[in-house]
């Protein structure tokens, strides 16, 4: 019998990094190696790529992980983010930069982009290649696409391939998981995906205030709900821009107004705040996995967001609004408190300071009802790089992975081309994915701050940490005369040792995520629950409902699904 070939519409989360690529930036390794030599020939910055450099190639040229082709390939990718490429420097591009260059030299192949399109059109024509069995040779899915490639015998079987393949970097990474990250990609025994590790990229969501704004009101930074709620209104109210004209937001929002792991604008600190989890299968005390979103704590946030909407607190749009559009208001300098993970800082927050070098955005954590600090978390591992059945080098991919990883952290005798390269990686990169040192965030955070007190060589740090640390010394001696010395300085280092602090988690559990892969009734579920939701903040059907939605879900087959879970 023939199976159907057809992916599913949820949500694609590796299209983040294709849509924002400053967001979540490749972090450095465990052990900051001793500063490389630098490439015999290094094209000026904004130079587009010419002629081969001669690089300085060392002995790992010739382990399995980095061996170049002895007769050069040629790989397929795809690639959205097309509307971003004018970031790029001068002369270049998607398809022909120096960073994908030095990767091409290194491996000695050559990268064909089957298309490349705009960030809004990409899952669409993803959708549509894997329909037509016209994929390319490398692509990155979702734990669902996963499966369903699997199942239509449609991709290779990586497991002779990571352990020989993925460098040293990769495979520790991997082992930090323990071993959750490489069980997420196996299906019958076989590795059928390199699985990425982002474990904090897009977690927790925390609250940037524009602190000139609370200054000029005479407001203290926010601690609570009752703190954001309190500046909200005096945003909406007191004219902070001063132009004496009402026309300033309290808090902005999306059409995604709960989004783990990442949400820009999103909601989803308010609800963890009082102990509710939407959108996560953990387990309970008695250890039986639950649905975060069935709990009697979401119908009390579920209350405060209706409230807050009602009475203006929320942009009365925001149902309606993309991130692109929400960001619209806060780089127009009309908000001065946005929701959203670690990183945003580098985007959309450095576009508000290069308008307004007066928006002086700071983070903070939102306390939970009990006065410490538990967030959502996404898991592990969400999206995978998978190869396509027949394509004669599997192992390309983990190669290639490789040398991003070099070119992120400044190992073996990688050039360091780009000063915004936390900004435009994704754009550069062939397949835009990260495989993270879990934690690493923290620990860049303080070893940043320790190296600005002198207790911290920073003659020690690898050539990325070093080039972030020269950013963030000019911030600190000249706060935000350069934009993008300021975000880097907010993201690595302010942003960074607020989660140093200490946070606890509340991820979805391994073996709920390989169920919820396979399960027929899902999508309907999620979409149920996400209409329900957003008419009850909206106030388009009473807070009651939800109530009733939560035995509608459970007669759904959600019963059925979380019985398979806890078997």
Known sequence: MTKRWMTKTGLLLVVLSLILSA???????????????????????????????????????????YRPYEERITVSVVKGGQESAGTLPQGETIENNRALKYIEDTLNIDVVFKWVVTSDAYLDKLNLAIASRDIPDVMIVDAIQLQQLTEADAIEDLTPYIEKYAN???????????GVALQAATINGKIMGIPNVQPQADAPIMAFVRKDWLDKLGLQPPKTVED????????????????????????????????????????????????????????????????????????????????????????????????????????????????????????????????????????????DKNGGYTFSMGDYTYSFVVVRKGYPHPEVALKILNVQNDLSYGLNNAPQYYPNFNEIWGLLFPIPFLIEQPYVVERMGREYRDALDGKLDPNTFGDAMKLEFEQIKADVAAPRSNPSNWATRMARLDAALLLAQGYNEVRTDPIAARVLANDQNWPALKKMEEETFLQIMTGARPLDDFDKFVQEWYASGGQALLDKMNQ
Request: some cysteine; hydrophobic content about 35%; charged content about 20%.
């Open 168 to 178: 040293k970097d990769i495979l520790e990474n991997y082992a930090q998981t323990k």
């Open 228 to 367: 954001i709620e309190k500046i909200a209104r005096a945003f909406i109210e007191q004219d902070p821009d001063g132009n004496g004209v009402a026309d300033t937001y309290g808090l902005t929002g999306t059409m995604n107004p709960i989004n783990v792991p990442s949400n820009l604008h999103g909601f989803d600190a308010f609800f963890n705040a009082y102990g509710a989890f939407p959108e996560l299968f953990y387990r309970n005390k008695d250890g039986k996995i639950i649905y975060g979103s069935l709990q009697p704590e979401v119908k009390e946030a579920l209350g405060l967001i209706a409230r807050w909407y009602k009475e203006g607190i929320i942009d009365p749009e925001f149902a309606t609004k993309d991130a692109g559009k929400a960001n619209e208001i806060v780089v127009g300098g009309k908000a001065g408190i946005m929701m959203g993970p670690w990183w945003i800082p580098w985007w959309p927050l450095v576009d508000s300071v290069t308008n307004d070098p007066n928006a002086d955005w700071q983070p903070y954590l939102i306390q």
């Open 23 to 65: 967001c979540a930036t490749p972090s450095t390794p465990t052990q900051a190696p001793t500063e490389p030599p630098k490439p015999t020939t290094e094209q000026p910055q904004g130079a587009a790529p010419t002629s081969t450099p001669e690089y300085q190639w060392g002995e790992w040229r010739n382990t399995d992980p």
